[in-house]
Nanobody
Framework: QVQLVESGGGLVQVGGSLRLSCAASGLTFSSNAMGWFRQAPGKEREFVAAISRGGGSTRFTDSVKGRFAISRDNAKNTVNLLMNSLKPEDTAVYCC???????????????????WGQGTQVTVSS
């Protein structure tokens, strides 16, 4: 049974930073691309970032480029999202997701992901 558990969310002021972590179990972690998505109230789920199975390739949505970084530790089965220079529009529930296939890609469409965590709330206050 695959489980993805996010942590690290919280309340932060504009311009601040947060580091989200996702702990994975039940899969061969180093074989799976991982991603982060977010959903704000009343809005559709939005792709944020993805990292390839080996960690050598990453992808970001335009609104977070230069502010967010994604990394993974295949020895610890974790993927992290470091968020800097946070803005009120970054407020959302952030979920990590895993791809079942062993592709080397960095998917950005939600339907390419097979497993999802419950999410962690990030609130950026002005």
């Amino acid at each position: 049974q695959v489980q993805l558990v996010e942590s690290g969310g919280g309340l932060v002021q504009v311009g601040g930073s947060l580091r989200l972590s996702c702990a994975a179990s039940g899969l061969t972690f180093s074989s799976n691309a991982m991603g982060w998505f977010r959903q704000a109230p009343g809005k559709e789920r939005e792709f944020v970032a993805a990292i390839s199975r080996g960690g050598g390739s990453t992808r970001f949505t335009d609104s977070v480029k230069g502010r967010f970084a994604i990394s993974r530790d295949n020895a610890k089965n974790t993927v992290n999202l470091l968020m800097n220079s946070l803005k009120p529009e970054d407020t959302a529930v952030y979920c990590c997701a895993a791809v079942r296939s062993t592709s080397w890609n960095t998917p950005y469409r939600h339907y390419e992901y097979d497993y999802w965590g419950q999410g962690t709330q990030v609130t950026v206050s002005s």
